[in-house]
């Protein structure tokens, strides 16, 4: 196969033990979602000779390698927030099609929740105060703060309204009502989200994504290998990758996230069309984040997004099923949670969702997927198209 022209397809998918999980270290949630992904893909891990990680250890991902009794030739280490995982997608796949790797294992595990209630870290994680972020921190900026401001913006300029955003958790919720493995899965209404104690204005708390432990895995590998894969594949058919600020004075416009770049991209370098794709796993830190999401990625157009969302557009059965397995905002959020996009998305294209399961028009399975990460406060986007 010539260099640089080889197909990618995943061919593992997996999560760890999610939710609420108080006997394990994020190591062992790691190795539990690597085995489990290698084992979806029927694949031995000896030929595993790539490896991704971010967020755990002194020296990722070569110390997350060497629990795992991996030796990779590989490595990325890439930590751009929740869009981390969609990033190293995108570069893995660039490395498997020039040769330079044959399988590609990423990997994430986090004991974020687990941690708070043992009292070995707070509930605000600082970012730092050093560089650009110096000019900030004095003033209390947090990062949830900053996702308010946005959200505030885009309600001033295009007449969002709290009804709308306030449907993004609702739906989310619908869809955690019909997967099992989902923390929150009783149904919440439009009252609910809006009655519900303020954490930064104009976010109540189901604005809010919850707090869990969890991990993740999937594994890329070569056209080659797909043949004695177990699973059937799930092809990388387009990627993109932007930052955009990091300070909220560099941010040109509140109301436009670093997706409408790499979704762009995505979709061009895939040769598809949004309004082709079958489910959209998008990173949901907050109800804003879906919105304006979707607009950047050409689902709507700008301003539009309020409309678009309010009128059940989000849910498994509808015109443009998100976050089928209920998102960050009632299934599960352990932290950078860009990966737990990925398998979803796979899932769904496999049709291995359960009674989530989207279906086209006579029950056929869905065709094309999009997952988009986010990271920081709309610093960093990572989108990957996905199609069978």
């Given at each position: 196969m010539t260099p640089g022209k080889r197909k990618v397809a995943v061919v593992g998918v997996s999560l760890s033990d999610c939710g609420r999980v108080d006997d394990a270290t994020p190591y062992a949630l790691h190795?539990?979602?690597?085995?489990?992904?290698?084992?979806?893909?029927?694949?031995?891990?000896?030929?595993?000779?790539?490896?991704?990680?971010?967020?755990?250890?002194?020296?990722?991902?070569?110390?997350?390698?060497?629990?795992?009794?991996?030796?990779?030739?590989?490595?990325?280490?890439?930590?751009?927030?929740?869009?981390?995982?969609?990033?190293?997608?995108?570069?893995?796949?660039?490395?498997?099609?020039?040769?330079?790797?044959?399988?590609?294992?990423?990997?994430?595990?986090?004991?974020?929740?687990?941690?708070?209630?043992?009292?070995?870290?707070?509930?605000?994680?600082?970012?730092?105060?050093?560089?650009?972020?110096?000019?900030?921190?004095?003033?209390?900026?947090?990062?949830?703060?900053?996702?308010?401001?946005?959200?505030?913006?885009?309600?001033?300029?295009?007449?969002?309204?709290?009804?709308?955003?306030?449907?993004?958790?609702?739906?989310?919720?619908?869809?955690?009502?019909?997967?099992?493995?989902?923390?929150?899965?009783?149904?919440?209404?439009?009252?609910?989200?809006?009655?519900?104690?303020?954490?930064?204005?104009?976010?109540?708390?189901l604005h809010c994504c919850l707090r869990s432990d969890g991990g993740a895995a999937v594994l890329l590998a070569a056209e080659e290998y797909v043949r004695d894969c177990r699973t059937a594949p799930v092809w990388i058919l387009g990627t993109g990758e932007h930052v955009s600020h990091t300070t909220m004075s560099e941010w040109p416009d509140f109301t436009v996230s670093p997706a409408a770049v790499s979704g762009r991209l995505a979709f061009e370098r895939a040769g598809v069309r949004p309004d082709e794709i079958d489910v959209a796993e998008i990173y949901d830190a907050f109800t804003y984040m879906t919105l304006v999401t979707l607009e950047d990625l050409g689902f709507c157009a700008k301003g539009e997004g309020g409309e678009f969302v309010q009128k059940g557009r989000l849910t498994v059965g509808g015109e443009l099923p998100v976050n089928t397995d209920g998102g960050g905002l009632s299934a599960q959020h352990p932290g950078m949670r860009g990966l737990f996009l990925l398998v979803e998305a796979v899932r769904q294209l496999r049709g291995e969702a359960g009674t989530r399961q989207v279906r086209k028009a006579g029950g056929r399975l869905p065709e094309l997927a999009v997952a988009s990460g986010t990271g920081g406060w709309f610093c960093s986007s990572g989108t990957v198209v996905l199609g069978r």
């Open positions: 190795a539990q979602a690597a085995r489990r992904a290698l084992a979806d893909a029927g694949m031995d891990r000896s030929l595993v000779d790539g490896f991704a990680s971010a967020g755990l250890g002194t020296l990722p991902p070569a110390e997350v390698a060497e629990y795992l009794g991996l030796r990779p030739t590989w490595v990325d280490s890439t930590a751009v927030g929740g869009s981390t995982w969609e990033v190293m997608a995108a570069h893995a796949t660039d490395a498997i099609a020039a040769g330079h790797a044959e399988a590609v294992l990423l990997v994430y595990g986090s004991t974020a929740r687990a941690d708070i209630k043992a009292g070995r870290r707070t509930g605000d994680l600082s970012f730092g105060a050093r560089g650009p972020l110096q000019f900030e921190v004095p003033y209390g900026h947090t990062l949830i703060a900053k996702y308010a401001m946005a959200a505030r913006r885009h309600m001033h300029a295009y007449g969002t309204t709290l009804e709308q955003l306030a449907s993004v958790a609702v739906q989310a919720r619908a869809n955690a009502a019909l997967n099992p493995d989902a923390m929150f899965r009783t149904p919440i209404t439009t009252d609910d989200v809006l009655s519900g104690p303020m954490i930064a204005d104009p976010f109540t708390k």
